[in-house]
């Protein structure tokens, strides 16, 4: 299996380079708690939340764009999505009014969806023309709610997937 260098957001730290394989992050132990933060590529919102979680609960962020190997073969890129949403303990959809014109982001919303990954949407604004795969998700206004989101869905909860891939 490839090792690859890829960034996600640590707790407490700029954003920083860590191994991770195409199916399992390699630094990432049973104990730690990753979210995987669907956006629109481009979207400050996305980002400013992402180091908002990470360092307020400990908890890693992986967001695409960060992502040394999305640059690579685009035959692999759904699979590789997929394979990032297995192993996440929760995952977030940033809207934003371009999130409307994003092509993954549905592809996405549905893997987690299938997956049976707890799913909200962080929306501190109305959006026009919101598709309605994104309006169906729980919707998380401000900081109380997000903060009660992660510690109710990400931080106490058991991965099994992921517990079952490292065995």
């Not at 933060?37 to 919102?45: L, N, R």
């Not at 035959?75 to 371009?98: A, H, Q, W």
Request: with cysteine.
């Amino acid at each position: 299996m490839a090792i690859r260098f890829n960034k996600l957001i640590q707790p407490n730290r700029e954003i920083t380079s860590i191994l991770r394989s195409e199916s399992v992050l390699a630094s990432k132990a049973v104990e730690d708690k990753l979210v995987f933060m669907s956006h629109k590529t481009g979207d400050p919102q996305a980002e400013k939340e992402a180091k908002y979680i990470s360092n307020k609960h400990r908890v890693y962020v992986y967001m695409t764009e960060w992502d040394n190997y999305v640059e690579g073969d685009s035959y692999k890129l759904p699979e590789y999505i997929m394979n990032n949403i297995r192993i996440c303990d929760g995952f977030l959809v940033s809207v934003t009014e371009e999130i409307a014109v994003s092509m993954w982001i549905g592809y996405e919303i549905g893997g987690a969806h299938a997956m049976e990954k707890p799913r909200a949407k962080i929306m501190y604004k109305d959006v026009p023309r919101l598709p309605s795969v994104v309006g169906a998700l729980n919707s998380l206004g401000n900081r109380d709610q997000l903060d009660k989101w992660v510690i109710d869905n990400v931080q106490s909860t058991v991965n099994l997937e992921y517990l079952l891939s490292i065995i």
